[in-house]
């Protein structure tokens, strides 16, 4: 029918979250290529580390800066020695430049050391499936080994955003069998530390709390309103 519309051509695919993007990327690309060219490669596949989507909180704008189909490759000692250059070059050679419309490749990172992804031209993909040491890149988020032993002072001592980057997003694979393992281990605090950290809390909202009013008292409206919404943030 020369009358009928024509369909509406859009430059920007649908919106897919993430961490739904990266395992669709990982399960129908990523693993034929590993199973292909590393046939007893023992790794886990995941999506860790920084990034609201593995919060789950990405949405559209996110997609601008460090996003993308991309994970984590982690592997032992041995085969991170032996085989990672090889695993990121292959991957580099055989990756798809976009899937499901998004870039696959990613631009130099600018002057603040942010990527954003760009269409590949020609040659090798710059992706983002870096792969690395499991208990070496655990222990270097962590600032301790989280496959030893742990004390209260290493719990205390762990920053609280690094045990989120762990313990959210994904595992795609997990053929090591120890990624999995960590992460529940790290779910959350042993009780004496959790009660150490409502403690903690508690007493740094008793020793503020009482500004609120003497900050009015002396008209300091500005003072005082600042003080109770920094209260309101340490209660929620």
Known sequence: DDNAAAPRQRSDPDFIPG???SSAFYTEIVAPILAEAYPNLC?????????????GYDTARSTDHEW????????????????????????????PPTFRGFSTHFAPPSPDGVQHPAPATSGRIAHKIPVYPLRGLLTHWLGVDPFGALTAVDWLLMPQQKLLEVTAGRIF?????????VRARLAYY???VWRYL??????????QEAFVGRA????D????????????????
């Open 19 to 21: 961490l739904e993007l």
């Open 216 to 219: 009015g008292e002396v008209g």
């Open 198 to 207: 409502l403690a903690a809390q508690w007493t740094r909202i008793s020793q």
């Open 68 to 95: 993308g189909p991309r994970m984590l490759l982690l592997v032992s000692d041995d085969d991170y020695a032996q085989h990672a250059e090889a695993i990121e070059a292959l991957l580099g050679e055989r990756l």
């Open 190 to 192: 042993p009780p004496e």
């Open 173 to 181: 694979h997990d053929g090591l069998g120890e990624l999995e393992p």
């Open 43 to 55: 790794y886990a596949a995941a999506l860790i580390g920084y990034g609201s989507e593995v919060l």
């Open 221 to 236: 409206d500005v003072g005082s309103a600042l003080i109770a919404a920094a209260l309101v943030r340490d209660l929620m």
